[in-house]
């Protein structure tokens, strides 16, 4: 069958071949759901800008539905929206960017460091507890590194017991 390419922004494989991968990669649907998936991490005060440049959609205000979605080179906001997003970008309620989130919150290495010692103790400890119920401070992992939505499993924090692994697992 041969290999599989999958497109993360898609959402979607197909067999990989030079041919396959450059049409997919310059298709109309990759290149607005990568835009779409970059637009999630802009902040309220680029989005405020980039929507009082459009005009309003009269599609979206007649029907309360546009034929074009978020493709729509109109903006779909209405006053109310426009009142909330002003108040969320002037009030410094807004919601930090990815990057200033990174850079207030504790560092990985210090939260990798932290999860070694904790982990040295646990082994060198005689007697380790069964129950998995630890203090939400040591298993918590770094909101900054929660805030992207639908990471893949291999990203996920692992569960709190951990992961089930059974003894007669093959491998190959």
Known sequence: MGKRYYCDYCERSFQDNMHNR??????VQ??????????????PEAILLEEQAKKPCRMFLQKGICDFGPN??????????????RRQVEG???????????????????????????????????????????SPEETDVPQHLLLVPDLPPSLRPPPPGGWKVSANTEWG
């Open 22 to 27: 450059k049409k997919h990669l310059n298709g």
């Open 30 to 43: 990759h290149h607005r759901a990568k835009k779409a998936w970059f637009d999630f991490f802009k902040d």
């Open 72 to 85: 729509c080179r109109f903006s779909h906001m209405s006053d109310q929206d426009f009142y909330r997003l």
């Open 92 to 134: 410094g309620n807004s919601q930090e960017h990815f990057e200033d989130k990174i850079l207030s919150d504790r560092s990985v290495e210090e939260w990798l460091t932290r999860r070694e010692k904790r982990r040295n103790a646990l082994c060198s400890a005689e007697d380790v507890k069964t129950d998995t119920e630890e």
